[in-house]
């Protein structure tokens, strides 16, 4: 029988492979923070484990970003307005994943992959529109705010669908083949 310390440390081992093409170039958007969240609030035992994992490889990689963005630019920029949205939209995104997904399948998988890209766009962009000075306060300014963002959410969506079901997928391939492989012996 596999002990639950193997699992832990699998588990972390997925979630550090994926978080690392956060980093590389990339499709605008198209990042596997979302299904890091879902995937650790489904596995981790821990809750606060489940919970601040997905954030700190949010931020981690965010400091990386705006370090080179810094360089770049000659800028200091890491705090963006508001930046504290998204990591509350992934806080309740790991919420998700550790109360709504408890048996597998590719429908639920589906559904909390949209439903948390959807959650990340909402949150976020209001975010955007209430704390930047772009877009003016009222119903237009807040159409125009989401509006901008769409061709954004194209990468947020399929990169939660992708990496989501990788993620789950990987995990289940290889520790199903684990079991047999300790079954046979």
């Not at 806080?91 to 948390?116: A, C, D, E, M, P």
């Amino acid at each position: 029988m596999v002990k639950k310390e193997n699992n832990f440390y699998f588990v972390i081992g997925l979630i550090l492979i994926a978080s690392f093409s956060r980093i590389i170039p990339h499709y605008p958007n198209f990042t596997p923070i979302i299904a890091i969240s879902l995937f650790g609030g489904k596995y981790f035992n821990n809750r606060n484990l489940a919970f601040f994992l997905p954030v700190f490889i949010l931020w981690l990689s965010d400091l990386i970003i705006n370090n080179f963005i810094l360089d770049y630019y000659k800028t200091f920029t890491f705090i963006y307005p508001g930046f504290y949205w998204q990591y509350f939209s992934i806080l309740l995104i790991s919420f998700i994943g550790r109360n709504y997904i408890n048996k597998i399948s590719t429908f639920k998988l589906l559904g909390v992959s949209v439903s948390s890209s959807l959650v990340f766009f909402v949150i976020s962009n209001f975010g955007v529109f209430v704390t930047s000075p772009i877009y003016p306060k009222d119903l237009n300014g807040l159409l125009l705010c989401f509006t901008a963002a769409i061709p954004f959410f194209w990468g947020t969506l399929s990169s939660s669908i992708i990496y989501t079901f990788s993620l789950f997928g990987i995990y289940k391939f290889i520790y199903q083949n684990k079991f047999k492989l300790y079954k046979n012996h």
